[in-house]
Every structure is written in C-alpha cells, then in structure tokens.
C-alpha cells in the first residue's frame, strides 16, 4: 500500500502550539489564525503509514512545500501521504534509500498544500530494525 489518508481538523490551539514549538509569530489573516508554512510537516503524526513500521532510523533529508491557500485554525483536511519514489544509491556509509513521499492537503476539494519530503535510509532496506 503506497497512499494512506487522513482527515485533520486544524484548530487555533494546534496552530498556537506548533508555532510555538518552532518560535514563529503568530499570524493572523482576518482576524483568523495562519499556520506556520512548515506545518504540515507534523500531520505525519496522525497518519498510520504501514510502509515504514519496519524500516530503521532515517534521516530527513530535504522538503519542499507549495501553497495555494494558507492553512488557518478551522479548516477541515482531507490530506494523502503517498509514497512517490524509492531510490538506492550506493554512498560511503554503504546502502542508501531515498524515499519521497507526497502530502496532499485539501479543503472543501480546493487543493491548500502540497508537501514533498525525501527521507533516507542508511543501510540494507530489506533488513529488519530488529536486527542491528
């Protein structure tokens, strides 16, 4: 399975708390509140995603988010996190896989944000955690 889905309700407290986690100011557009633009990095959180229960420790590597909307307290997600592409690479350290995965958040069907996330990896893929 390479898509799951979840719906997120984004309240002006979630909001206030992730700001505060990262330092950012709270803004605020008609009087409602924005979320920081890195958010939906943390929507990962509410997701069961079976393709990494077995995978070992990863490293972030990079992120990139595109916005059509700002996200503010009060919308109701409908979000995908799909796995996109798998990629070896052999480096110094041995065995590399790159995995990147696309978040897709929408509200009412209109598209809010796009979210692409490469995580990699160090090692044999196939090797269980356990087994270290």
């Known amino acids: 399975m390479n898509k799951v889905q979840q719906q997120l309700y984004v309240t002006?407290?979630?909001i206030s708390q992730y700001a505060q986690s990262i330092e950012a100011p709270l803004?605020?557009?008609n009087g409602i509140l924005i979320a920081p633009s890195t958010m939906p990095i943390i929507f990962w959180q509410e997701f069961d995603i079976?393709?990494?229960?077995?995978v070992r420790a990863l490293i972030h590597g990079t992120q990139r988010f595109s916005?059509?909307?700002p996200i503010t307290a009060g919308m109701l997600l409908?979000?995908?996190?799909?796995?996109?592409n798998v990629e070896e690479k052999v480096g110094k350290q041995g065995m590399l896989t790159f995995?990147?995965?696309?978040?897709?958040?929408k509200?009412?069907?209109d598209l809010i944000v796009t979210a692409e996330t490469i995580l990699i990896q160090v090692g044999d893929p196939y090797e269980k955690a356990y087994n270290s």
């Open 107 to 109: 509200c009412n069907g």
């Open 99 to 105: 995995l990147t995965h696309t978040l897709v958040c």
């Open 50 to 54: 079976p393709w990494l229960k077995e």
């Open 67 to 69: 916005y059509m909307a």
């Open 12 to 14: 002006s407290e979630w």
């Open 27 to 29: 803004q605020k557009m």
């Open 78 to 84: 409908d979000c995908e996190l799909s796995l996109t």
